[in-house]
């Protein structure tokens, strides 16, 4: 092999509308005000964050609305040096989850807001258990990544 | 329970680049392998079983159409699936079932990827939605390490020690397939290659990763009645398990990883298997990361919860250890992501029926398939052995 063989390029674009819904709907208007959303599960009393419209394990519609706590801890971490198609930013950055305070789930989000070039200085700072709390971009759009990371305390 | 299945052959393509041909004609060069195995062809199957990981890989949705030919299908009934990792492994079972009701006598199962046509990680973003998950779990390196370092996390096992173990299993296997001669990457590394090499995604290195991978593998399952008549020297189907997970990343439990548990346990029921590690003499576990490979050890209860890292260094799922793990060199050398979970059934049939070559585990006369998918979503399991 190592030979350039000819290929033929192309390429496939598609557009998709995704229906939103009213439970994304009124998470990401949420975000849109920063508030971080979830709702609890009436039968497993469970606060789940995004906010769900049933609860996977009972099978129910999900309950009352709470705004959760902007903090949490580090539950575990992975630092990304590539570049990829659909990445959320530019390398290198670190995708963590993370357990907000008085929810009972993990929420997957960015670690940032620090020098990610040293691997030991990330590894002395981003621990498991560490605090940390989320950092908001200047404008809002009601998206995932209105929330720019999470910086540790 | 069903009635008794067996494999009487198992093709495989060589792995690589593979962009001298097209993708038709990659599938109809493991599609001839696996005849000429088992010494049958297109008249003797009864129903075709084909698949690749989600087809935004391929670029063309509708792969069972333009493999039609290939794949000799037509005429035939044909059945298509794709769970990502393990796909390879969901046709293995969907021909297995198939065998197993009574309703066919003889299925051909194939599975094919050709990495190098197209953006396999761009292909990954697009197994999540673009509300949450797609922005955090995307690529394949990115969902695995996360899992990997919760694992490390949640036992407070020592760097020193983790990398290590993944820096031996990625030593071993890169040197493993040196003598798998369809095998993709094969390269002498030292501990200190892999230890030293590139971060992907902390703590992942480059050693620590599959590559991409262009291939097809194809296996034909027959009843028992066929077999005994065709072939001398079949594997025999055993026990089998498969068990998929939630959507929401993390809900459940990724380290004491209940899919993975669920797979093993359902298909060591079915063989009757109650201590793995004495009684499976070879396993090819679906490895495309270093530290994936022993996460499963645990699951897969070849060993305690914490341990895989420990008994590693010690040797025992090498190749001249208690249990063989990999000896084709597995996921780690060659991942034709479609083909990979069928590569591993393949590889487990060839060494229980003595026709791994140069690779052959001495005696080996019960293997355990496994391959995992989804984004740490699906795991499947398939045991056979050498006897009925």
Same mark, same amino acid.
């Given at each position: 092999?190592?030979? /350039?063989?000819?290929?033929?390029?192309?390429?496939?674009?598609?557009?998709?509308?995704?229906?939103?819904?009213?439970?994304?709907?009124?998470?990401?208007?949420?975000?849109?005000?920063?508030?971080?959303?979830?709702?609890?599960?009436?039968?497993?009393?469970?606060?789940?964050?995004?906010?769900?419209?049933?609860?996977?394990?009972?099978?129910?519609?999900?309950?009352?609305?709470?705004?959760?706590?902007?903090?949490?801890?580090?539950?575990?971490?992975?630092?990304?040096?590539?570049?990829?198609?659909?990445?959320? &930013?530019?390398?290198?950055?670190? +995708?963590?989850? %993370?357990?907000?305070?008085?929810?009972?789930?993990?929420?997957?989000?960015?670690?940032?807001?620090?020098?990610?070039?040293?691997?030991?200085?990330?590894?002395?700072?981003?621990?498991?258990?560490?605090?940390?709390?989320?950092?908001?971009?200047?404008?809002?759009?009601?998206?995932?990544?209105?929330?720019?990371?999470?910086?540790?305390? | 329970?069903?009635?008794?299945?067996?494999?009487?052959?198992?093709?495989?393509?060589?792995?690589?680049?593979?962009?001298?041909?097209?993708?038709?004609?990659?599938?109809?060069?493991?599609?001839?392998?696996?005849?000429?195995? *088992?010494?049958? !062809?297109?008249?003797?199957?009864? +129903?075709?079983?084909?698949?690749?990981?989600?087809?935004?890989?391929? !670029?063309?949705?509708?792969?069972?159409?333009?493999?039609?030919?290939?794949?000799?299908?037509?005429?035939?009934?044909?059945?298509?699936?794709?769970?990502?990792?393990?796909?390879?492994?969901?046709?293995?079972?969907?021909?297995?079932?198939?065998?197993?009701?009574?309703?066919?006598?003889?299925?051909?199962?194939?599975?094919?990827?050709?990495?190098?046509?197209?953006?396999?990680? &761009?292909?990954?973003?697009?197994?999540?939605?673009?509300?949450?998950?797609?922005?955090?779990?995307?690529?394949?390196?990115?969902?695995?390490?996360?899992?990997?370092?919760?694992?490390?996390?949640?036992?407070?096992?020592?760097?020193?020690?983790?990398?290590?173990?993944?820096?031996?299993?990625?030593?071993?296997?890169?040197?493993?397939?040196?003598?798998?001669?369809? &095998?993709?990457?094969?390269?002498?590394?030292?501990?200190?290659?892999?230890? /030293?090499?590139?971060?992907?995604?902390?703590?992942?290195?480059?050693?620590?990763?599959?590559?991409?991978?262009?291939?097809?593998?194809?296996?034909?399952?027959?009843?028992?009645?066929?077999?005994?008549?065709?072939?001398?020297?079949?594997?025999?189907?055993?026990?089998?398990?498969?068990? !998929?997970?939630?959507?929401?990343?993390?809900?459940?439990?990724?380290?004491?990883?209940?899919?993975?548990?669920?797979?093993?346990?359902? *298909?060591?029921?079915?063989?009757?298997?109650?201590?793995?590690?004495?009684?499976?003499?070879? &396993?090819?576990?679906?490895?495309?990361?270093?530290?994936?490979?022993?996460?499963?050890?645990?699951?897969?209860?070849?060993?305690?919860?914490?341990?895989?890292?420990?008994?590693?260094?010690?040797?025992?799922?090498?190749?001249?250890?208690?249990?063989?793990?990999?000896?084709?060199?597995?996921?780690?050398?060659?991942?034709? %992501?479609?083909?990979?979970?069928?590569?591993?059934?393949?590889?487990?049939?060839?060494?229980?029926?003595?026709?791994?070559?140069?690779?052959? %585990?001495?005696?080996?006369?019960?293997?355990?398939?496994?391959?995992?998918?989804?984004?740490?979503?699906?795991?499947?399991?398939?045991?056979?052995?050498?006897?009925?």
């Amino acid at each position: 092999m190592g030979k /350039n063989f000819e290929t033929l390029e192309h390429q496939v674009w598609l557009p998709y509308k995704f229906s939103v819904g009213p439970v994304f709907n009124r998470f990401f208007e949420g975000l849109k005000e920063g508030k971080i959303l979830g709702n609890r599960c009436p039968k497993c009393n469970k606060v789940l964050v995004p906010a769900r419209s049933f609860c996977p394990e009972c099978f129910v519609d999900m309950g009352d609305w709470e705004e959760v706590s902007q903090e949490g801890e580090v539950v575990t971490w992975a630092q990304a040096n590539y570049e990829f198609f659909g990445a959320p &930013a530019e390398p290198p950055f670190i +995708g963590a989850l %993370i357990r907000l305070d008085h929810t009972d789930c993990n929420f997957l989000h960015l670690v940032g807001g620090f020098d990610l070039s040293d691997i030991d200085a990330v590894k002395s700072k981003v621990k498991s258990g560490a605090r940390v709390k989320a950092v908001w971009s200047d404008v809002k759009k009601g998206h995932m990544l209105d929330i720019k990371f999470f910086e540790p305390e | 329970m069903g009635r008794p299945v067996a494999i009487i052959g198992a093709g495989q393509t060589k792995h690589g680049n593979r962009s001298e041909i097209t993708y038709p004609d990659l599938v109809r060069e493991g599609v001839k392998s696996v005849f000429e195995d *088992a010494g049958v !062809g297109p008249d003797d199957i009864d +129903g075709v079983v084909f698949g690749t990981m989600p087809s935004m890989m391929e !670029g063309v949705a509708l792969t069972h159409f333009y493999f039609a030919d290939a794949l000799q299908a037509v005429g035939k009934p044909i059945l298509k699936s794709e769970t990502c990792g393990s796909t390879g492994m969901s046709l293995a079972l969907t021909g297995y079932y198939w065998v197993a009701s009574g309703m066919a006598d003889m299925v051909l199962v194939v599975g094919s990827e050709k990495m190098h046509e197209g953006d396999s990680q &761009a292909t990954m973003t697009t197994v999540a939605e673009p509300f949450y998950l797609r922005y955090f779990i995307a690529g394949a390196p990115g969902i695995f390490s996360l899992q990997s370092k919760l694992w490390i996390d949640r036992y407070g096992l020592s760097e020193e020690l983790v990398r290590d173990a993944a820096a031996k299993i990625s030593v071993d296997h890169h040197n493993d397939a040196f003598d798998n001669p369809v &095998a993709h990457i094969k390269k002498k590394l030292t501990m200190d290659d892999v230890k /030293n090499s590139k971060v992907v995604v902390y703590p992942s290195r480059l050693w620590d990763i599959c590559p991409n991978s262009d291939g097809a593998c194809g296996v034909i399952f027959a009843s028992e009645e066929k077999a005994k008549k065709i072939c001398r020297n079949p594997a025999w189907v055993k026990g089998v398990g498969y068990s !998929g997970e939630e959507y929401w990343f993390d809900d459940s439990d990724k380290v004491v990883w209940k899919s993975a548990i669920n797979a093993a346990k359902q *298909a060591y029921k079915m063989a009757g298997i109650t201590n793995p590690i004495e009684e499976l003499d070879v &396993a090819e576990i679906y490895n495309p990361f270093t530290y994936v490979e022993l996460l499963h050890y645990e699951c897969f209860g070849f060993c305690d919860f914490g341990k895989a890292s420990d008994l590693t260094l010690k040797g025992i799922f090498a190749r001249d250890g208690k249990l063989p793990c990999d000896p084709s060199g597995g996921v780690l050398c060659t991942n034709p %992501i479609g083909a990979s979970g069928l590569i591993r059934v393949a590889e487990a049939a060839m060494q229980v029926t003595g026709k791994a070559g140069d690779h052959q %585990i001495e005696d080996a006369k019960l293997g355990f398939a496994h391959a995992m998918g989804g984004a740490s979503q699906f795991n499947g399991v398939m045991i056979v052995g050498s006897e009925l």
